[in-house]
Structures are given as C-alpha cells and as structure tokens.
Nanobody
Framework: QVQLVESGGGLVQAGGSLRLSCAAS????????MSWYRQAPGEQRELVAA??????????TYADSVAGRFTISRDNAKNTVYLQMSSLKPEDTAVYYC?????????WGQGTQVTVSL
C-alpha cells in the first residue's frame, strides 16, 4: 500500500522558517521523482520544488517564487523527502502536498497546512 505522509506544517510569522517532511512507503522511493506542491484557497495547485530520482541524479527544480528561500532534499535511506522553508511570506500560505512520480505512476499525500502571518 502506497503512503505519503506529510508533517511539519503549522503557523509561523513572516520571516520565520518551517521544515516539512514526507515519509513514503509502499513503492521504490529512490527511483521516484519527489516533489512538493502547494495550493492556496481559490488557486490552482502549483509546483514548489522537485528532486529527481536516481536516474536523474537528484537534480533540483524550484519555482521562481521560492528559489533562494526553500530547499528540497531527500534521504533515500529513510524514504523521506524534506522541504526547508525560510524567509516565509504570507503569500506562502497554502496546503502543501508531497508527490511521487515515476513511470506513469503518480502518488499524492494528504497535505499539510502552512500559514504565514504578518
């Protein structure tokens, strides 16, 4: 059974930091590209950051809006992907989702709320 379980969301003041974690199970984690997406109320879900699997040698992708503030990383030994978020802004407020993708298989977590206050 495939599971992606996000944690680490919460309420933080602008300028603060949070680290999200996504624990994966039930599939070959190291072969999958892992991504973080977010969705704000009334908005479409958007890609925040991605790290490729072993075949892509762990290449990184960031949305322009978070580049330089967020860092995605993965620990294949722990089947976990992280999103370190710094210098948070109110516009970063959203539900953050973990995604795993490879070979036509696409899995989503349940999401974790991140709220950034002024």
């Amino acid at each position: 059974q495939v599971q992606l379980v996000e944690s680490g969301g919460g309420l933080v003041q602008a300028g603060g930091s949070l680290r999200l974690s996504c624990a994966a199970s039930g599939f070959g984690f190291s072969r999958y590209s892992m991504s973080w997406y977010r969705q704000a109320p009334g908005e479409q879900r958007e890609l925040v950051a991605a790290v490729s699997g072993l075949s892509g040698r762990g290449s990184l992708t960031y949305a322009d809006s978070v580049a330089g503030r967020f860092t995605i990383s993965r620990d294949n030994a722990k089947n976990t992907v992280y999103l370190q978020m710094s210098s948070l802004k109110p516009e970063d407020t959203a539900v953050y989702y973990c995604n795993a993708n490879a070979g036509g298989y696409n899995y989503w977590g349940q999401g974790t709320q991140v709220t950034v206050s002024l």
